[in-house]
């Protein structure tokens, strides 16, 4: 386990307060500051308006008065001790606050803050011929979706590492976004002609931030006062995002499934944080895991379900899809026998 700099972590969410309370699900007044503000209570204390101020890296309930630094705030949140908690702040800031000193040699990692990271996503075409060729052939482009599909196509950005990549054919653009339904990372997806390079079908944006986001439409933010009896589907990555928001959208017109919202994880492997990140708007609801069907996926769901209950779920279930790995592939074969 990798020591955290408690002092770059502390000073770190001192100028972005803010950010930490909204990464653990609390509404911001329209004039807060990162580093100073007013916010909903994040523990739902019953006050109304906004009750809680924060500067100086503390924020204080008025109603309760109570007062938190950054790590007791998300301890408190998801029951966390203090190292987990440090641990989930420096996701919540989207950093790297490891301790271990880097060999000269090593580039230093670049950290990016969700501002910056949703300029690049608003900059990305929303339509594509080549990318959106890709996503029909495998049944899974149903007309422009641009919360959630974007198109990294060369020239569109002048950031280097989405230039690499369009370079490379990582061409599809999935938006990662925090609970407070901020883009904080953008999956790519290799449309290429040949083998995507060292065998990844998919990446993710440099320095942005992976455990603490998921894809997902950005009214699901409102999943945490609102909405009450939709359920949530988490499942893996952007194709899967697109399968089963567009079978589950129909259903739930046709009255066969209550209007579900889905979170698409960037792997299996972080399913767990996502779900205890994402708690403030899985608190009551029913829970569904639909990770794939493989090693992963299982590992992956069975740590999901422990953080779905942990969060307040009211039912938690897994889904898995009869003769295929995930929800993506069904359409593709869907698509290949119309
Ligand atoms: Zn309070």
Redesign the pocket.
Known sequence: MTRIDLDALRSSSAARMGDVLAGIGAELARWAKPDRGRAR???????TGF??SYADGRAR????A?SWDAIALVAERYGLEFRAAAERLSDILGGDFAEAPRRRSEPVRQLRQAEDVSRLWEALPARDERGEAYLAGRGLWHGPFPDVVRFNVPGATKDEDLARRARQGYRVAFGARRPDGKVANISLRYVGDGPPPDEKKTVSLAGGSTKSAAIMRPEAAQLAADFAGDTVLLCEGGPDFLAWTHSLDVAALEGEEPPTWVLGCIGAGIAESVVSTFAPLLAGRWVRLALDADKAGEDGAARAAAAAWRAGASRVTRITLDGAKDAAEVAEQEARNA
């Open positions: 209570c994040p523990f739902g204390c019953g006050a009750p809680v309930c008025h109603y309760e109570k």
